[in-house]
């Protein structure tokens, strides 16, 4: 009806044009500053006739609005997309209401993701069968994740399982090596929202767990603000992963009942230890007072000994001769003795004349240990 309908031409009366027809002419295409026409003053009464003047332009019809709005509701039906899909201002006025109606949309343009799905699996089946062919020497690949982060991957061919763990001290992993020739591998191709749609539903989601649980910023706050948006995000949940216990940080694929076991051995470990180091010490000590008792032991066969010689000489002697050696004697015995802290020394008056007109001699005294 829009095509049919007629074009809104200048109406003038007959020889008012004449001399300017190109300019009329081209006046619908062409930005003329100014069009002349020619006064006809054929009335009868010597009046100008009026200027030519363009034609009232052709109404649009109301069933053809009609028409085209129901066209649209069509569409929409058909594709499935609807006000809320393509962002426009429709009923739903809550924020779970519009992904809910987004959602739908999404529903009904299923087979369109879902073919690309199927593309995206067939194409990368190809290059699983051609990657061991094209991979035939040792290098490093760079690989970009899902986030858009990149990372570097080791890959030797010439390794006989498909991945190789190197692992510290500790025994955690510190790298991988892999051989993408050995094994089968197949690929699977999902559909959904995208990364950026997944990153904001993760911060809400986040966002109402911290919120109701603050402790969780000390094991998962870099997590979060690593899903923010704003300049400096990544930088702040850089910083904000070295305040963690860096035991949740760590990247071993270890069984946490395996962890705890090789805490307890560890643990064992230094019990073990300690015990040995306790036998030590006791052993030390042992032989300690075994060596002080012998020392104990020669002292008094040495005193037994110097007895014995003096009985044997005092019939030869007078009596201020073997007192005189009875106190040497007995000085060098005090004097040993105090030096291992044995017999503690006794004054000189308080020696005591036996039957036979000799000193009596001190006794050394053994400990208690070896009295038992």
Do not use: C
Not at 29 to 40: A, F, G, K, S
Not at 169 to 198: F, L, M, R, W
Request: charged share 20%; no cysteine.
């Amino acid at each position: 009806m829009l095509a049919l309908a007629p074009k809104a031409p200048f109406i003038g009366y007959g020889g008012q044009f004449e001399g300017y027809e190109n300019q009329w002419k081209t006046a619908n295409t062409t930005n003329w500053p100014y069009l002349e026409v020619n006064p006809d003053v054929t009335d009868g009464a010597g009046a100008t006739l009026p200027l030519p003047q363009r034609a009232q332009p052709p109404m649009a019809s109301s069933g053809l609005l009609q028409a085209k709005a129901g066209a649209s509701e069509d569409i929409k039906a058909s594709t499935g997309q609807y006000n809320a899909s393509l962002g426009m201002t429709s009923n739903e006025r809550s924020g779970k209401a519009i992904l809910a109606r987004q959602r739908e949309g999404d529903v009904g343009t299923y087979h369109f993701g879902d073919n690309l799905a199927r593309g995206v699996r067939y194409l990368t089946r190809q290059l699983v069968d051609l990657i061991p062919k094209i991979y035939d020497t040792q290098r490093i690949a760079r690989i970009i994740g899902e986030d858009g982060e990149t990372s570097m991957v080791k890959i030797d061919p010439m390794q006989q399982e498909p991945v190789k763990k190197i692992v510290d001290q500790e025994g955690i992993v510190i790298d991988k090596i892999y051989n993408p020739g050995v094994g089968k591998y197949d690929v699977v191709a999902t559909t959904g929202p995208g990364y950026a749609t997944k990153r904001q539903e993760a911060l809400e989601a986040m966002g109402q767990l911290l919120q109701g649980n603050p402790q969780l910023w000390q094991v998962a706050g870099d997590l979060f603000v690593k899903n923010m948006d704003w300049p400096g995000a990544q930088e702040m949940a850089k910083r904000f992963a070295k305040t963690i216990d860096p035991k949740l940080m760590s990247d071993a694929d270890e069984n946490p009942e395996l962890q705890a076991a090789q805490q307890q051995m560890q643990a064992m470990g230094q019990e073990m230890e300690q015990m040995h180091t306790m036998l030590q010490n006791v052993g030390k000590s042992i032989e300690m007072q075994e060596q002080r008792r012998k020392d104990y032991e020669a002292e008094i066969k040495a005193y037994q000994a110097e007895t014995q010689r003096i009985t044997a000489t005092q019939a030869g002697m007078n009596e201020q001769q073997i007192q005189d050696i009875a106190m040497g004697v007995v000085a060098a015995a005090m004097e040993s003795n105090g030096q291992i802290g044995g017999i503690p020394e006794m004054p000189e008056q308080q020696m005591d004349v036996g039957m036979d007109g000799m000193p009596e001699m001190p006794q050394p005294m053994l400990p208690m240990e070896q009295l038992q």
